[in-house]
């Protein structure tokens, strides 16, 4: 049996950016326009009742900035569309890279002021190692910005890859008159108001030179001549160079005024690739073998690529975010989890339109599903019907920023063990346990990290922790080739031991020089900088 019809409908991507380049204002716009909600909500507006639908958690709430990535699933033009909104924010690149990991495009937003920014810089990378398809949006054209020359420029030297303009800016700031689409050969005269809907806007067709030219002046003939050196100095669009990395379709608006938006929308449908196969490692006689699963497969499977503790506070629950890679999901599916071999019993199991969930009737490959659970799932197992297989790639990248918890009342002992047990396996920090006893260490990748985590500690599990400044300033996954090699290297730094949140064993460090000098001591010890699920290692040692 084939899902094929099913597959070819889904959509599922990621929308990366810099923080303030207006990502989340244009998730909402999205929603909006698929009819998803009814309304959008301001993302700035922190004491409005009306927060953006995309940032649930309560300290979102208060600064007006995402700290978890959040997913959404929506119709449009008979597709099923699965967007996931992620954080900006440098201290949450961690989620940000494992969400990348579950998506088949992106969906890059640029501030037109700023041009590509160090954060867009970081998560491009990602995207090209994977060679992820990449669809642009340059934001806020109604600002006072810069050339669309200058930024399509900087977009080709950052992305190294060529832009290819599907949409045009005639003006900008003040004297924005609107965008050329090149798709269909018309002009969409601007009207500012967040109020309007896509097809409340004037268009005409470029067939009407003369008319054109009278309404809009200066800034008509000044777009046109731009317009024809950026498409005389760009290829013209290759599907297959744009689903291999090798180009990016690129569009201009401003989401804040509903502007643009809906070209960026169908693009996504029209472009933008369905599922792809997944490469998987079989177990065949206790041996791995590399297979591809195919999305439109009959058998079930996928890869958890989120864990997010808490969604409802009232039920102390936690949510597996599952990217489906094949088959078909039914409620009452017997399911395992391929690293303990048990069944996956779920309470109840959902899709999302941000925190409003849905049970779900059916999904695909391709969707994001929701498993509601009390424990043993954690990021990056892969969950089947049966076959044994597990998907890898899932990312944890050795922490640079280390706190110790020291707890306020000890007799609250249990519910910090549990906080840090369940905010370690999402993935929002790493936790090390010493293998010497001694208080818990929270690793992070940005300091932001630890305050959300002492927040949630306190919010979420009643647990009010001082954290403290360690010795430590890094951290190295260490494997052996024989468990001989590894006891021996364990016996000599007992107090540099300790153990992440999925039991992995790592070797604290307090400088560069820890690690050169332990590895010239033992140099049939490997460490890792990352780690991938399930105890695999990979990226080389040092």
């Not at 399509?152 to 060529?162: F, H, K, T, Y």
């Not at 690739?273 to 590399?290: D, G, I, M, Y």
């Not at 017997?334 to 019993?345: A, D, I, S, Y």
């Amino acid at each position: 049996m084939t899902y094929a019809h099913e597959t070819r409908r889904r959509r599922t991507f990621a929308i990366i950016s810099h923080p303030d380049a207006g990502k989340t204002t244009l998730t909402e716009k999205l929603l909006l326009f698929s009819g998803a909600i009814q309304i959008a909500g301001s993302v700035k507006a922190r004491k409005a009742s009306r927060h953006a639908t995309s940032d649930w958690m309560e300290i979102e709430k208060q600064r007006g900035i995402s700290v978890a990535s959040s997913v959404m699933q929506m119709l449009y033009r008979d597709h099923v569309i699965n967007l996931l909104d992620t954080p900006g924010h440098k201290d949450f690149s961690e989620d940000t890279y494992r969400v990348l990991t579950a998506v088949d495009s992106a969906l890059m937003v640029i501030d037109a002021a700023n041009g590509v920014e160090a954060q867009t810089r970081r998560l491009i990378e990602v995207c090209r190692q994977r060679d992820t398809p990449i669809i642009t949006f340059v934001n806020k054209m109604d600002r006072e910005v810069r050339d669309p020359l200058d930024i399509l420029d900087e977009v080709e030297r950052e992305l190294g890859m060529p832009c290819v303009p599907m949409t045009w800016p005639v003006g900008q700031g003040k004297s924005f008159g609107g965008i050329i689409n090149l798709r269909t050969q018309a002009m969409t005269v601007f009207d500012s108001g967040s109020e309007r809907l896509p097809q409340d806007f004037e268009t005409i067709p470029l067939t009407e030179q003369a008319q054109l030219s009278e309404r809009f002046g200066l800034e008509w003939q000044t777009a046109m001549d731009s317009m024809e050196l950026a498409t005389g100095a760009s290829p013209a669009f290759d599907e297959a160079a744009f689903l291999a990395g090798k180009q990016t379709p690129v569009f201009f608006g401003s989401g804040v005024n509903n502007f643009g938006v809906m070209e960026v929308l169908d693009a996504l449908v029209d472009l933008a690739p369905a599922p792809k196969p997944r490469t998987s490692n079989l177990l065949v006689n206790k041996q791995p073998v590399v297979k591809e699963i195919q999305p439109e497969d009959s058998a079930f499977s996928g890869v958890v690529f989120k864990v997010q503790a808490n969604m409802d506070a009232n039920h102390r629950d936690r949510i597996a975010f599952v990217r489906m890679a094949s088959g078909k999901y039914t409620p009452g599916m017997k399911l395992k989890v391929q690293r303990t071999g048990k069944e996956l019993r779920p309470t109840s199991v959902v899709t999302f339109l941000s925190q409003r969930r849905e049970a779900v009737d059916e999904a695909y490959a391709g969707d994001i599903i929701g498993f509601t659970t009390h424990g043993g799932v954690q990021l990056g197992d892969t969950i089947t019907d049966g076959a044994n297989l597990q998907f890898t790639g899932l990312p944890f990248f050795a922490p640079e920023l280390f706190m110790t918890v020291i707890l306020k009342n000890p007799l609250r002992t249990k519910q910090l063990q549990t906080g840090l047990d369940q905010l370690g396996e999402e993935g929002a920090i790493q936790v090390f346990k010493p293998e010497i006893g001694g208080p818990m260490l929270l690793g992070a990748v940005g300091q932001l990290q630890f305050e959300v985590v002492q927040h949630r500690l306190k919010a979420e599990y009643d647990c009010d922790v001082r954290l403290e400044g360690c010795q430590y300033t890094g951290a190295r996954w260490i494997t052996a080739d024989t468990p001989a090699e590894l006891r021996e290297f364990t016996n000599a730094y007992p107090q540099r031991m300790s153990l992440d949140a999925a039991g992995t064993l790592a070797y604290l460090c307090t400088s560069p020089y820890d690690v050169r000098l332990a590895q010239e001591r033992f140099p049939k010890i490997h460490f890792h900088p990352l780690r991938e699920h399930a105890g695999l290692a990979l990226g080389s040692a040092g």
